[in-house]
């Protein structure tokens, strides 16, 4: 019959062990046969049997954690580590040890081992979730972040590495109109094809809804276009989601050469910003960052931060630009151009803001504030000046003013508010916006037209759409662009152009203004085309309010 202390250690569940301070195993429990495979005559007597179950890896970290307890002043201590079964697999085991003093003045380590395999598994399945997508199965925003670090550290060595952010273009669309799992399809296709291109120890990594973070390793630039443009080849082909065929297109920023002390989200910002570049790009779509990027992008955030407070503070302002009848210089309508009294930069013009305002869609908020403006002014000119009784006034209106669901409502509550009446109200939109998604822009301006109010195509010319491509649109009035005005008395070609522009307007019935009238001799072309209408520095500059109206009382003056 053992002793009664050896009865509880050989019962116990788990693995029990007692060697001396030289590593002589002198008590091993029968548990050891569950944990690790090996009966207890495998351990008892033989020095090291223990140490030489640990997995590779745990057998630095185990021999310090011995030493530690056999030689000083630590009386106990834990370690996980992995161990090697008789049957060859591994296993998970926590080992808590500590000093005992025995019989005879003799030292031992006491230690408890049990297999904790199953806890370590979910564990590590964690850590590796924590650091990777679920959708794709690429690596993580964490972990490219740490990633990141690293490489930094690394650099300090000599090393050399690229950033890449490519970002899927128009993945919202996809998810608009076809809904979320299909976006998640085109994701993981992406994902799919941008990996096929990458090799170790390049890695990616998914770090946002439609954006892979690519890492190269000791790559000349050249290579890394080299590689950017494969990648957007690859992703140009269709993608097949479940019988509908979508292609996309990306986008890509590129950042190397990193300052000391930059951080990862230093790095992965400015691979932002050239990717913001790239997207406005249409040939390249890619953009190498340059620290002016920086200093331009800061500039627009700006803006965007006081586009807000402008507004609130009333430093808009609208000046108004006569279009007049070429043939009596009659004042027809004004045209309404935004203005803003920047309290730092002074006076900005319309494509100094507006390009934020549109990314940003502060436009839309912006774009009411016009149109209540316009309209109020217009409601005052005309009880100032009632025999202007045929006068209009146009205002512009953006892309993302027209892709609103409600501009038909925000347009008829204007001139609701205001008084004005909706014939009295025109409003202009770019060729180029008109031809973003026609079928769309039909049926908006189908809606506003209903209420009244007219409709003209501005810039036209610069958009590369034919006359009659627009006839399906339920417009007024087609403008033609300044450009082609601006050059029609030096040159042949652009007089034919316009000449042409007239004369197929008039045949659709469509009224012409030409835009950017400077000198006298294009004025009298124009006439010659027959132009109606135009505007343009010749006959005024846009004015504000009160300029305008001794523009109109010098007019009336002249009259008979
Ligand atoms: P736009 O609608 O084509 O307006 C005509 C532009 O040509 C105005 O520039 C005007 O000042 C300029 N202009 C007029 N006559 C002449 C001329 O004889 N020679 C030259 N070189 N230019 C002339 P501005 O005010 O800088 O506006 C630029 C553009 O900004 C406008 O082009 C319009 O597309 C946009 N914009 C202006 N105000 C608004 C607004 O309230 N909302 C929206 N969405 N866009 C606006
Ligand atoms: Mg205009
Ligand atoms: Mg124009």
């Not at 580590?81 to 998970?92: A, K, P, Y």
């Not at 809606?447 to 036209?460: C, E, H, Q």
Request: net charge neutral; with cysteine.
């Amino acid at each position: 019959m053992p002793p009664v202390h050896q009865l509880v250690a050989d019962t116990s569940q788990h693995w029990e062990l007692l060697e001396d301070l030289t590593g002589r195993v002198e008590y091993c429990s029968p548990s050891c046969l569950a944990v690790t495979g090996y009966g207890p005559e495998h351990f008892l007597g033989s020095t090291g049997a223990v140490p030489r179950l640990a997995h590779p890896a745990y057998k630095a970290p185990l021999e310090v954690f011995l030493a530690e307890l056999r030689s000083g002043p630590v009386q106990q201590k834990s370690l996980e580590l992995r161990i090697r079964r008789h049957d060859g697999s591994t296993c998970w085991v926590s080992c808590h040890a500590r000093r005992v003093a025995g019989t005879g003045g003799r030292e031992f380590l006491r230690a408890t081992l049990h297999d904790i395999s199953n806890r370590k598994v979910v564990e590590l399945e964690l850590a590796a979730s924590r650091l990777k997508d679920p959708v794709t199965g690429l690596h993580n925003r964490t972990w490219c972040m740490e990633h990141l670090k690293r490489q930094l550290e690394r650099k300090r060595g000599g090393h050399h590495f690229t950033v890449a952010v490519v970002d899927i273009d128009r993945l919202k669309k996809v998810n608009d109109t076809l809904g979320p799992a299909y976006g998640d399809d085109i994701i993981r296709m992406a994902a799919e094809r941008i990996t096929s291109t990458i090799a170790l120890p390049d890695a990616a990594a998914r770090i946002s809804g439609d954006g892979f973070a690519l890492i190269f390793q000791d790559k000349t630039p050249r290579q890394i276009i080299k590689h950017i443009k494969e990648i957007q080849a690859a992703m140009s082909a269709p993608f097949d989601l479940r019988g509908h065929e979508v292609t996309i297109t990306a986008s890509a920023g590129i950042v190397s050469g990193f300052v000391p002390g930059e951080r990862p989200e230093e790095i992965l910002r400015n691979a932002n910003i050239a990717l913001r570049q790239a997207k406005t790009n249409s040939h390249h779509r890619y953009k190498v960052f340059h620290s002016h990027m920086f200093e331009e992008s800061s500039r627009l955030m700006e803006i965007e931060i006081d586009l807000v407070s402008g507004l609130k503070n009333g430093e808009f302002f609208l000046e108004y630009q006569p279009i007049i009848c070429l043939e009596t210089k009659e004042l027809n309508s004004l045209e309404a151009l935004l203005r803003w009294r920047h309290p730092r930069h002074g006076l900005m013009q319309p494509d100094e803001f507006l390009p934020v305002a549109e990314a940003t869609d502060f436009i839309v908020p912006l774009g009411e504030w016009v149109l209540r403006q316009a309209c109020t002014d217009m409601v005052k000119i005309l009880a100032e000046y009632p025999e202007l009784n045929g006068l209009s006034m146009s205002v512009n209106i953006s892309a993302r003013q027209l892709a609103q669901h409600n501009i038909a409502e925000t347009v008829a509550l204007v001139l609701r508010e205001t008084g004005l009446a909706a014939k009295r109200l025109s409003l202009e939109i770019t060729e180029t916006v008109a031809m973003e998604d026609p079928a769309f822009t039909a049926h908006c301006l189908h809606i506003i037209r209903a209420l009244g109010v007219k409709i003209s195509i501005d810039d036209f010319g610069t958009g590369y759409s034919s006359l009659s491509s627009l006839q399906n649109f339920p417009i007024d009035t087609i403008k033609v662009d300044k450009s082609f005005v601006g050059r029609m008395d030096t040159s042949a070609e652009q007089r034919k152009i316009v000449r042409s522009v007239i004369s197929l307007a008039h045949s659709l019935k469509l009224d012409v203004v030409a835009e950017g009238i400077e000198l006298r001799e294009q004025w009298s072309m124009l006439k010659v085309l027959d132009c109606q209408n135009g505007q343009g520095f010749l006959f005024s500059h846009p004015v504000d309010a009160l300029a305008l109206r001794a523009y109109i009382d010098k007019k009336s003056a002249l009259r008979p």
